[in-house]
């Protein structure tokens, strides 16, 4: 099985750098995935990393450390609008499923 | 390229009654899987298809099942409705080309209400 854990809420500034924390333990490992999921919407895909280190997407980075089974998201310049729920999930060898931590609830005040 | 679609969006249903839902994946994509998220439980997998076939299984009672079609579209049935099957279901797609960045798109979900 997985344990994927993240905090449950965090708020930063408007223009602001903030890292949500991911760590997980795992059978086996495939992936890590962030997901970005505004109130009553679907989630929407914001990054992966399969290798060690840092992906960088615009104002998103993600960072993994397998040997460690940490990540995190960083959000840089941020706006009103990234005010969401950041969701990371993990793919086990298992299977093809996505394992989902319970999110991390951001607020993003002016 | 159209999304994932998903129909209903919105579901009432009774305790003891049963329920489908449709989902119809980005054009292309072959896998679908679907999850339910609760308020308490978060994203939870319930199952994927491939290929008309099921690959995996979440740790869900078999009241929870599905099917996919030759043009890759997908219903989950949930029969025998309890309360705490209220939720928001998910379904989301993918090639499933079986690389580890395979990544799955989701649709804007059906939120079923069991009363």
């Known amino acids: 099985g997985q344990n994927i854990d993240q905090p449950t809420e965090m708020t930063a500034t408007e223009g602001a750098i903030v890292q949500i924390n991911c760590t997980y333990q795992t059978s086996g490992f495939n992936g890590l995935f962030w997901y970005q999921q505004h109130a009553g919407e679907a989630p929407t895909f914001l990054s992966y990393n399969v290798l060690d280190g840092l992906e960088e997407k615009g104002r998103f980075s993600s960072f993994l450390s397998r040997s460690k089974g940490y990540s995190y998201l960083l959000l840089k310049e941020l706006q009103m609008k990234d005010s969401a729920s950041y969701l990371c999930a993990v793919r086990d060898r298992s299977g093809y499923a996505l394992n989902f931590g319970k999110g991390t609830s951001l607020l993003v005040t002016p | 390229k159209a999304g994932v679609t998903q129909t209903p969006r919105y579901l009432i249903k009774t305790r003891g009654q049963q329920v489908t839902l449709s989902c119809s994946p980005i054009?292309?994509?072959?896998?679908v899987s679907w999850y339910q998220q609760t308020p308490g439980q978060g994203l939870q997998f319930l199952f994927e298809?491939?290929?008309?076939?099921?690959?995996n299984k979440g740790n869900f009672p078999g009241r929870f099942s599905g099917r996919q079609f030759s043009n890759s579209r997908s219903e989950m049935n949930v029969s025998t409705l309890e309360l705490g099957d209220s939720a928001l279901y998910l379904c989301?797609?993918?090639?499933?080309?079986?690389?580890?960045?395979?990544?799955?798109?989701f649709g804007p979900g059906t939120r079923l209400t069991v009363l």
């Open positions: 989301a797609s993918s090639f499933r080309t079986g690389g580890a960045t395979d990544t799955q798109y």
């Open positions: 298809y491939f290929s008309e076939t099921q690959r």
């Open positions: 054009s292309g994509h072959r896998s």
